[in-house]
């Protein structure tokens, strides 16, 4: 997701979604696409919205409520003012993520990939990610929706960012 900041365009990843208002002191719940989620914390300074009306807010406190997280975010007072960030999405600037390590990799860089089985047949490219519990599944785009176990090395044989490509061991009519 483009950014700007200083002028300058800045590739932003988003790592989580802001929910509803917890309490009456500004605090707000907050979904992590982060694993693990507390990690998302480890921004202290979120961007929130969309690259064009990006505001910068500091992660002042956050805590475990229940299943979730909630966090206080600076200037952030009252229910009123948490309840107008609803569904803000929270993102941080690609150069802040630690590298990925040798064989893992960020689902921002795999959507867009080209997604072919290893007879050639081409699945078409990648629209998004989504957790099933067992395994990450592609959602595959092309002359039909396909999901697409991400598990390496049974169905995903190889990854190849600098061309693009994912080759898999699939079955076309599956």
Known sequence: M????????????IIGR???PF?????????????????LFDYPL???????ELRELAVEAAQAQGK??????????????????????ISVPRTMLPRAEQGAYYWID????????TQGFDFGRV??????GANDVLVV?????????????????????????IEVDWDPDF
């Open 23 to 39: 309490g009456v002191k500004g605090w707000i719940r907050v979904h992590s696409h982060t694993r693990p989620a507390e990690q």
């Open 141 to 165: 785009h092309g002359d039909a929706e396909r999901l697409i176990p991400f598990v390496q090395p049974d169905v995903i044989q190889r990854i190849d960012l600098s061309a693009g490509v």
């Open 2 to 13: 483009p950014g700007s900041s200083g002028g300058a365009a800045v590739e932003r990843v």
């Open 46 to 52: 979120w961007g929130l919205g969309e690259s064009g």
């Open 68 to 89: 979730g997280w909630i966090a206080r975010l600076g200037g952030i007072a009252d229910r009123d003012a948490a309840a107008e960030l609803t569904g803000a999405m």
């Open 18 to 20: 802001l929910g509803s």
């Open 127 to 132: 629209d998004s990610l989504m957790e099933t």
């Open 110 to 117: 795999l959507i867009g990939l080209r997604v072919v089985s």
